[in-house]
């Protein structure tokens, strides 16, 4: 796979472990991520936040978001490492260069119709008052 | 980001709740059922990507009970409300958002 993807991996961290462990934890997962040749775009770590519904009787948990380019095979690696570690209460991989593309597609299509849209009323004067001088 | 998210809950989804009792008592004939043509929030503001992290959006989208806001009440366009149940339910696989309120 040649083309480089884009990844966000969010993971829920045991609430029992402290800003060390989490710390820790976030490391680990960037050096398996850089061991397997991807690179880390992003790193946010949201603290300690509520759950919305209980994981492993727990009630809240430490939240860190990471961006990660690569090829895919280091999310696998990633992932496979997450399963086993029992700190790790949730995690989430989600592929977001295609969305974003499409988002990106949409605003450059908005733009283009936007410049070839008519000028009317004022903004065509304007115009045309500018035609004029540039042409003098 | 601030944690206490539980207040907020319901005072966004107030707007739609209200609307939501509104059009569901209406059984009758006549009455005002057919309000004003409601469009798409979304379309408005150009949004083109529906972040599933952006929780305080997504809350106001799910009322009380935890499901999604359907179409007909919120008013939104097939593609947006697409885009948005994605995000909800992204964000409900991570515990951003509950799958059921009880």
């Keep these: 796979m040649a083309d480089k993807r884009t990844y966000e991996v969010i993971f829920i961290v045991d609430p029992e472990a402290d800003d060390a462990e989490v710390m820790k934890l976030s490391e680990a997962v960037q050096k398996i991520i850089t061991d397997q040749g991807g690179s880390i775009t992003k790193i946010d770590m ?3 936040r509520q759950l919305a519904y ?3 009787h727990k009630r809240e948990g430490s939240y860190v978001l990471l961006e990660v380019e690569g090829s895919g095979a280091e999310i696998a ?3 496979r490492r997450m399963r086993v570690n029992d700190r790790v209460l949730r995690y989430m991989t989600i592929r977001v260069d295609e969305d974003r593309r499409r988002a990106q597609k949409f605003k450059d299509k ?3 119709k936007a410049a070839k849209r008519p000028l009317t009323g004022k903004a065509k004067e304007a115009a045309a008052a500018a035609e004029a001088e540039a042409a003098e | 980001m601030s944690t206490n998210y ?3 809950d319901r005072d966004s989804s107030f707007g739609f709740e209200r609307e939501y009792d509104r059009a569901g008592g209406m059984g009758g004939r006549g009455g005002r059922r057919m309000q004003r043509r409601k469009i798409c ?3 408005i503001e150009k949004v083109d990507l ?3 992290k952006d929780v305080r959006l997504l809350q106001s989208y799910v ?3 935890g499901k999604i806001l359907p179409r007909r009440i919120s008013g939104m366009c097939a593609s947006h409300q697409r885009l948005l149940a994605a995000a909800i339910k992204r964000a409900r696989n991570i515990a951003l958002l509950p799958y059921a309120a009880d």
């Design chain 2, 63 to 65: 009322p009380e009970r």
């Design chain 1, 77 to 79: 690696e990633l992932e």
């Design chain 2, 50 to 52: 529906i972040d599933f």
């Design chain 1, 46 to 48: 949201w603290g300690r």
């Design chain 2, 6 to 8: 539980e207040d907020r």
């Design chain 1, 110 to 112: 908005r733009a283009r």
């Design chain 1, 54 to 56: 209980e994981i492993n």
């Design chain 2, 41 to 43: 929030r979304f379309c």
